[in-house]
Nanobody, 123 residues
Framework: QVQLVESGGGLVQPGGSLRLSCAASGRGFSANAMGWYRQAPGKQREFVALITSGGSTNYAGSLKGRFTISRDNAKNTVYLQMHSLKPEDTAVYYC?????????????????WGQGTQVTVSS
């Protein structure tokens, strides 16, 4: 069974940067797409970014190019580099194994989730 563990969250000022990591245990990482989601207090979980097994990426349009997803298959790890952070980026960020893209609308998540890491953007 796959387990995912996020790290790298914390408190950052508006306009700052933060890098999140998600380490996977178990088999199947390199053959599957990976994704990041986030959930702010009182709001639904929303898609942030995905990266396929071949390295193709996709992002939520609302992020306006501020986030970058990458992966290191040798380390079974996916990353989310965040720049120009805004207070509305404050949320718990979750990684997901097995996310599937759609031609229209939000992607479908896989069944494997990490425990989440808190990102707080505030002065």
């Amino acid at each position: 069974q796959v387990q995912l563990v996020e790290s790298g969250g914390g408190l950052v000022q508006p306009g700052g940067s933060l890098r999140l990591s998600c380490a996977a245990s178990g088999r199947g990482f390199s053959a599957n797409a990976m994704g990041w989601y986030r959930q702010a207090p009182g709001k639904q979980r929303e898609f942030v970014a995905l990266i396929t097994s071949g390295g193709s990426t996709n992002y939520a349009g609302s992020l306006k190019g501020r986030f970058t997803i990458s992966r290191d298959n040798a380390k079974n790890t996916v990353y989310l580099q965040m720049h120009s952070l805004k207070p509305e980026d404050t949320a718990v960020y979750y990684c997901n194994l097995g996310i599937r893209s759609r031609w229209y609308g939000a992607p479908d998540p896989g069944n494997y989730w990490g425990q989440g890491t808190q990102v707080t953007v505030s002065s």
